[in-house]
Nanobody, 123 residues
């Protein structure tokens, strides 16, 4: 079992930045692909970014490319999402997830989820 806990969300003005963290316990994250997803009210959960076991391969949704950066520190069992140039449409609950296997952009293919952290971007 892997337990994931997100932190770092909050209220920020448009153009601002936030850094989300996802701390894992129970098992080392080094064997897992990690992803960040988000869900806005009334919308389905959507893919934001993913990172490979080593951190050498990353991929982003078009909507965040160039503004968000995913990274990981396996020694700290933590994954990060640096969010810059935030827009009101980035407002959502952000979730990190772990997948034991290859990469995926689909929430249903991830094995473990955190409880989420709220990000609100005001205009």
């Amino acid at each position: 079992q892997v337990q994931l806990v997100e932190s770092g969300g909050g209220l920020v003005q448009a153009g601002g930045s936030l850094r989300l963290s996802c701390a894992a316990s129970g098992r080392t994250l080094s064997s897992y692909f990690m992803g960040w997803f988000r869900q806005a009210p009334g919308k389905e959960r959507e893919f934001v970014a993913r990172i490979s076991w080593s951190g050498g391969s990353v991929y982003y949704a078009d909507s965040v490319k160039g503004r968000f950066t995913i990274s990981r520190d396996n020694a700290k069992n933590t994954v990060y999402l640096q969010m810059n140039s935030l827009k009101p449409e980035d407002t959502a609950v952000y979730y990190c997830a772990a997948r034991f296997g290859g990469y995926s952009d689909y929430p249903s293919e991830y094995d473990y989820w955190g409880q989420g952290t709220q990000v609100t971007v005001s205009s």
